[in-house]
């Protein structure tokens, strides 16, 4: 529940509110008919509204009739960043306007459901690549001495009773979805949360006025350059570096080009910093990959919490022992358990990502989700040294209708490493696939590169296996086990790349 007079004053705070609009007249104050007003429900979606829901006009482009439809529902307050008594005459609802709507649904649902975030150990990552693993990785190593009460937030699941999973929609929810969800951690018994931070929950303001007890920034590269997600690089780096600001404890990768500039930043914000990196570099904690997944890990600095000895992933990928090491660094400040901390990370499973399918008669078929430069170079650069004898077959597109920088990234990677491209629709989002495709192939330097096309993904998985040999390596990028294609608006059901891989790896 949340009452008017505790929403005015919690904009007020965050000096959000500039009036309120009751009937045709303007406040400042709550008039004194209205002090008792309070609100049972919370919601941005007209079709989730309830009688005495407080209803958030989000949205760049928002049109009023959602309002229309929401006070129909029993909306009895809108929050806007515009005056809507001329669309909605003698509406009964209050407004109260506000200077940005999604500063305010982030304050006021979070008292709304209240402030889940107090009651949690609140851990969150961000970087290019690799936050989705680390989440998995931290969450494992936590619940092996913590027991079931570590949820997470990731784009490939959510899990907020310790053992549940449900599909993501987004990388981080909008701020009213994650504070009820936190909420619904909370009365779960969860005393941990580890999620992923984009640059977008910063860009959107979903995260806005969420401190986290340890942030962690793993890497950065060009991504989400787009007109609708970021405008340049700058952008995006200011938006993931405000993790920073809103950490207790920072744990940042020393790789990082932009590393003294993040040191910079978290001195001017008072926020300590813990760096990870390879054995070269001047960290304060180092690793030293090893054989079969194993990896050595150094403490250099006195006085940060000791961590020191042997570690193994079972996910594939050089990359992977840095997304390890930063997991361990956090887990090590919560646990002295280094054991069982070991043991978690080794157990660690997550799906779709690094999935290595072989069969008897040689093949091998990879399914990754991994979608930019960075994520898919490095993902080459480990089958290359794994698998040298064969050739690299990628089946690949790129998102439609934003991320347009991405076309260049595939094209790029593509041109550097891949013997064989096989290029196919991802989720076209309502642009023309064949645009994609031309926009990737633009980008194509390799001369000696076999290139494909056939936009029915499906019969491009069938086809690279139709052209391997065995030791050569198909990898099917971007997609995973998902099991749909988004197409316009809505999704479409696919088979998903993995389940396909398996199938046909009995076939072949």
């Known amino acids: 529940m949340l ?10 705070q965050h000096q959000l509110l500039t009036s309120l609009i009751v009937g045709d007249q303007r406040h400042y104050y709550v008039p004194a008919a209205l002090v008792t007003t309070q609100y049972e429900h919370v919601a941005y979606d007209s079709r989730q509204v309830e009688p ?29 960043e515009h ?54 990785f931290l969450r494992h190593m936590l619940q092996a001495v913590l027991g079931p009460k570590v949820a997470q937030l990731s784009s490939l699941a959510n899990c907020i009773d310790g053992h549940t999973f449900e599909e993501a929609h987004l990388t981080t929810p909008e701020s009213l979805d994650l504070y009820r969800l ?76 932009e590393y003294d500039y993040l040191i910079e930043l978290a001195d ?20 030293l990959p090893q054989p079969h997944g194993y990896f050595d890990v150094a403490t250099q600095t006195a006085g940060s919490p000791v961590l020191s000895g042997r570690f193994r992933v079972m996910i594939p990928g050089f990359f992977n022992y840095e997304n390890a ?7 090590r400040h919560l646990s002295d358990d280094v054991d069982q901390l070991a043991h978690g990370l080794a157990q660690t499973v997550v799906p779709g990502r690094m999935e290595i399918l072989t069969n008897d008669h040689g093949y091998i078929a990879v399914a990754d989700y991994a979608h930019n430069y960075l994520s898919l170079t490095e993902s080459f650069k480990f089958l ?17 209708s934003k991320a347009q920088s991405r076309r260049q990234d595939v094209g790029r990677a593509l041109s550097e490493y891949a013997d064989v491209a096989m290029l196919t629709s991802e989720d076209n989002n309502g642009e023309d696939p064949n645009h994609i495709l031309a926009e990737i192939k633009a980008n194509l330097t390799n001369p000696t590169l076999e290139v494909h096309e056939n936009l029915d993904r499906a019969a491009t998985i069938k086809a690279a296996f139709e052209l391997a040999q065995p030791g050569d390596v198909i990898f099917m990028a971007a997609k995973g086990r998902e099991d749909f294609m988004r197409e316009g608006d809505h999704n479409v059901p696919y088979v998903g790349d993995y389940q396909l891989a398996s199938q046909l790896m009995r076939e072949y």
């Open 325 to 331: 090491l930063a997991a361990l660094i956090v887990a």
């Open 52 to 80: 005495q829901t407080l209803f958030f006009c989000k949205g760049a482009t928002f049109n009023p009739r959602y309002a229309a439809d929401a006070i129909t529902a029993g909306a009895s307050a809108l929050v806007t």
């Open 182 to 257: 936190l909420r619904a951690a909370v009365d779960h018994g969860m005393t941990t949360l580890v999620m992923e931070v984009s640059s977008q929950a910063y860009k959107k303001n979903r995260v806005y006025g969420l401190e986290f007890d340890y942030g962690v920034f793993l890497n950065i590269s060009p991504d989400h350059i787009s007109p609708i997600e970021h405008p340049d690089f700058d952008d995006y780096l200011t938006c993931k570096s405000q993790l920073i600001k809103n950490s207790r404890q920072m744990i940042i990768s020393r790789a990082i080009p």
């Open 384 to 400: 290359k040294h794994e698998y040298p004898n064969g050739r690299l077959i990628v089946v690949i597109g790129a998102i439609g």
């Open 3 to 12: 009452t008017l007079v505790k929403a005015v004053e919690i904009l007020k």
């Open 268 to 287: 001017t914000y008072g926020t300590p910093v813990l760096s990870f990196g390879s054995q070269d570099l001047d960290a304060d904690y180092q690793y």
């Open 83 to 136: 005056n809507l008594v001329a669309d909605l005459p003698n509406t009964p609802a209050v407004q109260l306007l506000v200077t940005n709507v999604q500063k305010a649904m982030a304050v006021l649902t979070r008292e709304f459901y209240g402030n889940p975030d107090q009651a949690l150990t609140m851990i969150g990552f961000t970087g290019t690549k690799g936050k989705t693993t680390s989440v998995y």
